[in-house]
């Protein structure tokens, strides 16, 4: 038995060499991308410009496989989150943010995480495996296509993807690369640069590996202004220290498609949230560049009860903010969305706890499809 290729899994030179082996040229394989990305189709027969020859050969060995819902949750402020099932009782979440002017989309890359950053929930979870790329792609395929569907339209709703979920993206680079050349893709998504953001806890080599292959925007888990902290919050800073982290910062801005680094601060109440730190941090970055080479974006703590941690109080996160503006970093605090539905930051993997529950939603999902089966067989057969 041979198992059927997913072609969410190509980007489109993949998809090319790919149907280069079936002797079909690049314009076949560029028609199949369009259909798949821009189109939403997953169904070859439904493929009406593809010749009916290629038709039948994909039908026998190819698929374009969606991740399966393990559910779905519409917050009052229109955030959606979704639980996609990867299989052995994992899930990952994805989450749709809307704003008057963009759609942006927060992908997950692994299903958990080895990095294991202390105010992070995916972290106490631990690391169960790498996404591949059609599994990081399945959560923009069906989320851009679910919304065009549930508004109505057929225009682009997601305008922004930032690989902010579940997962160290530079650490499933591999399989980030070619989702990233999908989404930059003409024939794919077409999104600028710009609007496609890796987050990472800064694995040195890769973001200068990613400045190469595909330099996106870049957003930097900070969270501490000092050596000591950082390597207590972010175990990864014990192999990359700060000043290391700072010259790849400097070294990614010259391919950066924007010139600036977002820095995300998570504020943690009586951690990393006191003037002293903030002095700190405008000591780091003066040292590090030259001019406005970067922003800050302040998030407030999601608490989760493994974490032993707390949030920093309102007045704490303004007056941490107030200080990196009046010293000429460009500061934002990051508004709390979806808080109704789990969805905001630092939540997105769920509670710890919420790891047997995730499994046993799967399998309650499972039984729910396998029964909605058998009544449409029997539909179908009566
Ligand atoms: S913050 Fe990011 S890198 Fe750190 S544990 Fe969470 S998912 Fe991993």
């Not at 296509?145 to 339209?153: G, N, P």
């Not at 405008?282 to 974006?297: D, M, P, Q, Y």
């Amino acid at each position: 038995m041979t198992t059927a290729i997913n072609l969410l899994d190509f980007d489109l030179e993949g998809l090319v060499a790919w149907c280069g082996q079936l002797g079909e040229k690049r314009f076949r394989a560029t028609q199949l991308f369009r259909w798949i990305h821009q189109k939403g189709v997953s169904d070859f027969a439904q493929m009406s410009d593809l010749a009916k020859s290629l038709r039948e050969k994909l039908a026998g060995v190819a698929v374009v496989e969606p991740l399966p819902v393990v559910s779905q949750h519409m917050s009052a402020d229109g955030t959606i989150k979704w639980l996609f099932d990867v299989g052995d009782g994992n899930a990952v979440e994805t989450v749709f943010i809307p704003e008057t002017d963009r759609g942006t989309l927060c992908a997950s890359s692994q299903a958990g995480c080895a990095v294991g950053c202390r105010f992070c929930s995916t972290g106490h979870q631990g690391f169960s495996r790498n996404l591949t790329t059609g599994e990081i792609m399945a959560q923009l395929w069906f989320a851009e296509h679910f919304l065009r569907k549930h508004l109505q339209t057929d225009e682009r709703v997601i305008s922004n993807v930032v690989m902010m979920g579940m997962g160290e993206p530079l650490q499933n680079y591999g399989a980030l690369v070619p989702a990233l050349r999908t989404m930059l893709d003409d024939h794919g998504y077409g999104l600028s640069r710009r609007r496609v953001t890796v987050s990472t806890s800064g694995v040195v080599p890769m973001m200068d590996r990613l400045s190469q292959d595909c330099a996106v925007a870049l957003a930097v888990s900070l969270h501490a202004p000092n050596d000591a902290l950082r390597d207590h919050l972010v175990p990864l800073n014990r192999k990359y220290p700060l000043a290391e982290l700072m010259q790849a910062c400097q070294r990614y801005l010259d391919f950066a498609p924007r010139d600036f680094i977002t820095f995300e601060y998570c504020m943690l109440d009586g951690v990393n949230d006191q003037p002293e730190h903030a002095r700190q941090l405008i000591e780091l970055v003066r040292t590090s560049g030259k001019g406005a080479w970067c922003k800050f974006n302040l998030i407030p703590f999601n608490p989760f009860p493994a974490s032993g941690l707390k949030r920093s109080s309102n007045a704490v996160v303004q007056e941490f903010g107030r200080l990196l503006n009046e010293a000429g970093i460009v500061t934002t605090v990051r508004k709390t969305r979806g808080d109704d539905i789990d969805a905001a930051c630092g939540q997105l993997a769920g509670d710890v706890k919420d790891r047997t529950r995730v499994e046993q939603r799967i399998v309650l999902q499972r039984k729910a499809d396998t029964a909605l089966k058998a009544t449409d067989e029997g539909v179908r057969g009566s």
